[in-house]
């Protein structure tokens, strides 16, 4: 196996329904990143985006790096990963420094300083920080800021948007990691990394939506001019599509999958209510004739519930039916037969289903909008590549993403590197 000299970068998806790992090389920077390993290992020990069982969820990550591995030529020391989950919390924050220099410059230390402000709120004993996310600055009476560095003022201010998790879901990330052998080079909330590999910029510019149908939850993303406005987590997800037919039609969980595959729709009005599926061509130890009609409505009742919660989120920031980029959905959900015509009834807004983008290699093998994220954990680890080894980052990308800095991270064997003081 070839030794890995710092050219590869690694994505682990740790999802409710699979865990996905790939591998990508880097090559001249006018090239794009090459795909050389990929694999998807069925998930188990995961409910909701959380860990419920660390062994079970180590040697699924352990199995799927493993092949990865063998796929590549490269061995797999680090990775990055996502985090998610129905225990997620989001709050605003703001941070007020006054500028440091005696010329009135805004420099980076003076971001540093406003950044960790924001991130002096309240928390309970067992909540962590996992990122901390600068809407805009202000730099004295001068609003709307994207950038301070090198503006001139007295006093600088953020909007900050805090992202929190539970310790107990951050410490379990880190033993699953740990048994199976992989240092965690960085943690990136999943909707963040999906965006990173689907949105263009001028989508964020004009005012997206993305709507990331998960196994367990569906996470979603909201941006105007450029900049995240809004973020949440749905606790419901493709998996509860196959639990309702499971129910509905009385099989197993398996063969519900299978059913909702091969002839799953989102909408019930276009698929003919006398055509059957025979369920003995699906497991031999199944018998009778469902409804494929009947299939259907089970389906569509459960997305339909899905986009109304995605729908209550935009209202409540104002923004239902006026994103004029719409809506992309990702997720292993968004594969479904007319889910973008069901979307589009509901949202009110133009629907795309979105694939990643950027780069070469096997990029056939992630063409597929559940690669979503890892293709995005890819990206936003090559971005972060230009850290300096002191663990600060370049003015740019100050309004994007910082790591917390709590006891909780630290007390995990260091593995995620502190960027605020």
């Known amino acids: 196996m070839a030794k890995d000299n710092g050219s590869i970068i690694v994505g682990i998806d740790i999802g409710s329904s699979n865990v996905r790992t790939v591998v990508a090389k880097k090559s ?44 590549s030529g490269f061995p797999i ?16 924050s703001k941070g007020v420094v006054a500028i440091g ?20 709120i309240s928390l309970p004993m067992n909540r962590e920080i996992v990122h901390v996310i600068a809407k805009k600055y202000r730099l004295d009476d ?9 503006m001139k003022g007295v006093r600088l201010e953020v909007d900050a948007l805090v992202i929190e998790s539970s310790s107990t879901h951050v410490k379990n990330i880190g033993k699953c990691m740990y048994q199976a ?19 263009s910029k001028k989508q964020k510019e004009l005012g997206v939506v993305l709507v990331d149908i998960g196994g367990g939850t569906t996470s979603i993303a909201v941006y105007e001019e450029g900049d995240l406005v809004h973020t949440a987590i749905i606790p419901a997800g493709a998996g509860h599509i ?22 799953g729709s989102a909408i019930s009005k276009n698929v003919n209510k006398k055509e059957g599926i025979d369920l003995a061509k699906i497991d031999s130890q199944e018998e009778g004739v469902v409804s494929r009609h ?32 719409g809506a992309v959905l990702v997720g292993g959900g968004a594969k479904m037969t007319h889910v973008a015509d069901l979307a589009k009834e509901i949202l009110g807004l133009p629907i795309q289903i979105g694939f990643p983008q950027g780069f070469g290699g096997m990029m056939d ?30 003015s740019k990308t100050f309004d994007l993403f910082s790591k917390g800095s709590g006891d909780t991270v630290d007390k995990v064997g260091g593995w995620l590197r502190k960027f605020l003081p």
Do not use: C
């Open 294 to 325: 009947h299939v259907a409505e089970i389906i569509e009742a459960r997305l339909e519930e899905i986009f109304l919660l995605v729908q209550k989120e935009l209202k409540s920031i104002g923004k239902a039916g006026l994103l004029p980029s």
């Open 77 to 92: 020391k680090k990775a990055v990963l996502n985090i998610g989950g129905s225990d997620i919390g989001f709050q605003d």
């Open 28 to 71: 001249r920077s006018d090239e794009p990143l090459r795909i050389i390993g990929i694999n998807t290992t069925p998930s188990f020990g995961i409910r909701r985006g959380v860990i419920i069982d660390i062994e079970d969820v180590a040697k699924v990550v352990s199995s799927s790096v493993e092949a990865a591995e063998r796929m």
């Open 365 to 394: 093998k992630i063409d597929d909008p559940s690669f979503a994220t890892v293709s995005g954990l890819i990206l936003w680890s090559h971005e972060q590549s230009a850290v300096s080894r002191d663990g600060f980052w370049g």
């Open 242 to 263: 196959t639990n309702d037919i499971a129910i509905g039609i009385r099989t197993s969980v398996e063969v519900a999958e299978k059913i909702k595959l091969e002839y």
């Open 181 to 199: 052998n992989i240092e965690i080079d960085d943690l990136v909330l999943e909707p963040f990394a999906a965006a990173k590999a689907i949105l």
């Open 101 to 120: 220099r005696a010329d009135g410059e805004v420099i980076e230390d003076d971001v540093i300083r406003v950044i960790s402000e924001a991130q002096v």
């Open 142 to 150: 001068q609003d709307n800021i994207k950038d301070p560095i090198g």
